[in-house]
C-alpha cells in the first residue's frame, strides 16, 4: 500500500474554490494475509506431489496422481492469486475506485461527494495484522461499498474522512464548529474497544450538506463490466 503525494505540505494543493484535478492518493491490495491458505495448500500439494507421484508400481496411477495434484494446484492456489493480484483499490482527492475479476473485470466506483458514512470493522485476527474492512454507505439509498482486508485500515478510514470534509469544505460544508459529534475536522466518533470485534463509525454528512443535496447529486456512482 503506498500514499502519494497530492500537494505542498501544510495546506490544500490548491484554493477551495479553484476546479483542482484528481489526483491518486493511493492504491492498494487487500491484506496479503489473504494469501496465507493458497501458501499453506502450495506446501501441502508440493509435500503430497512429490510423495505419490512414482510411489505406485502401475504407470496409469502415477499419471492420476499428477493430474489430480495439478488440478487442486490450479483451484487452491493459482486461482487465489490471481484473484488477489487482479482486485485493486484506488483513492483518489475525488473517487474511490475498486477493480476487480479474473475473467470477467468489473469496477465499481463512488464519488466522495456521495458518501454519507465511513466506519470499520476489524475482527480479532484482523487486528494482529493491522487489517480491516470498511464500509462506504453511499447516498440515495444505493447499496454499500465494501473495502475487504484493507491493509493499514486505521490510517486508511482516518485518510478517507480526511478526503472526505476537504471535498465537503470546498464546497462550503463541514466548518470546524461541527467537531462534536462526528462533525468537520474532529468528527472521529466510535472507539476502537476491546473484543472479537470492533466497529467504528468515522464520518457523518453534516445536515447542511444533507439539507442542500438529500439524494447526493452532486457526485455520482457507477458500476459497469469491463
Request: hydrophobic residues 40%; aromatic residues 10%; charged residues 15%.
Given at each position: 500500500?503506498?500514499?502519494?503525494?497530492?500537494?505542498?505540505?501544510?495546506?490544500?494543493?490548491?484554493?477551495?474554490?479553484?476546479?483542482?484535478?484528481?489526483?491518486?492518493?493511493?492504491?492498494?491490495?487487500?491484506?496479503?494475509?489473504?494469501?496465507?491458505?493458497?501458501?499453506?495448500?502450495?506446501?501441502?500439494?508440493?509435500?503430497?506431489?512429490?510423495?505419490?507421484?512414482?510411489?505406485?508400481?502401475?504407470?496409469?496411477?502415477?499419471i492420476?496422481i499428477?493430474?489430480?495434484v495439478a488440478?487442486?494446484?490450479?483451484?487452491?492456489?493459482?486461482?487465489?492469486?490471481?484473484?488477489?493480484?487482479?482486485?485493486?483499490?484506488?483513492?483518489?482527492?475525488?473517487?474511490?475506485?475498486?477493480?476487480?475479476?479474473?475473467?470477467?473485470?468489473?469496477?465499481?466506483?463512488?464519488?466522495?461527494?456521495?458518501?454519507?458514512?465511513?466506519s470499520?470493522?476489524?475482527?480479532?485476527?484482523?487486528?494482529?495484522?493491522?487489517?480491516?474492512?470498511?464500509?462506504?454507505?453511499?447516498?440515495?439509498?444505493?447499496?454499500?461499498?465494501?473495502?475487504?482486508?484493507?491493509?493499514?485500515?486505521?490510517?486508511?478510514?482516518?485518510?478517507?474522512?480526511?478526503?472526505?470534509?476537504?471535498?465537503?469544505?470546498?464546497?462550503?460544508?463541514?466548518?470546524?464548529g461541527?467537531?462534536?459529534?462526528?462533525?468537520?475536522?474532529?468528527?472521529?466518533?466510535?472507539?476502537y474497544?476491546?473484543?472479537?470485534?470492533r466497529?467504528?463509525?468515522?464520518?457523518?454528512?453534516?445536515?447542511?450538506?444533507?439539507?442542500?443535496?438529500?439524494?447526493?447529486?452532486g457526485?455520482?456512482t457507477a458500476?459497469?463490466?469491463?
Amino acid at each position: 500500500m503506498s500514499f502519494l503525494s497530492s500537494g505542498p505540505a501544510g495546506g490544500y494543493p490548491y484554493p477551495p474554490q479553484q476546479e483542482t484535478p484528481e489526483q491518486i492518493v493511493t492504491r492498494f491490495r487487500a491484506h496479503g494475509r489473504k494469501l496465507a491458505l493458497p501458501v499453506i495448500a502450495l506446501l501441502l500439494l508440493a509435500g503430497l506431489g512429490g510423495y505419490f507421484i512414482g510411489f505406485f508400481e502401475q504407470l496409469w496411477l502415477n499419471i492420476l496422481i499428477a493430474v489430480l495434484v495439478a488440478v487442486a494446484l490450479i483451484f487452491a492456489v493459482i486461482m487465489p492469486l490471481l484473484s488477489w493480484l487482479a482486485t485493486r483499490t484506488t483513492i483518489t482527492t475525488k473517487r474511490v475506485i475498486v477493480r476487480s475479476g479474473l475473467m470477467t473485470r468489473s469496477r465499481s466506483e463512488v464519488a466522495l461527494t456521495r458518501l454519507r458514512t465511513i466506519s470499520s470493522h476489524r475482527s480479532l485476527g484482523q487486528r494482529l495484522v493491522g487489517a480491516g474492512d470498511i464500509e462506504l454507505t453511499v447516498a440515495g439509498g444505493e447499496p454499500a461499498l465494501y473495502l475487504l482486508d484493507v491493509p493499514a485500515a486505521k490510517e486508511t478510514a482516518e485518510l478517507l474522512q480526511f478526503l472526505l470534509e476537504r471535498c465537503y469544505s470546498a464546497n462550503g460544508y463541514g466548518a470546524a464548529g461541527y467537531g462534536t459529534g462526528g462533525y468537520g475536522p474532529a468528527g472521529y466518533s466510535g472507539d476502537y474497544g476491546s473484543g472479537p470485534a470492533r466497529h467504528t463509525g468515522f464520518y457523518t454528512q453534516p445536515p447542511q450538506a444533507q439539507q442542500a443535496d438529500p439524494q447526493g447529486r452532486g457526485g455520482f456512482t457507477a458500476r459497469r463490466r469491463m
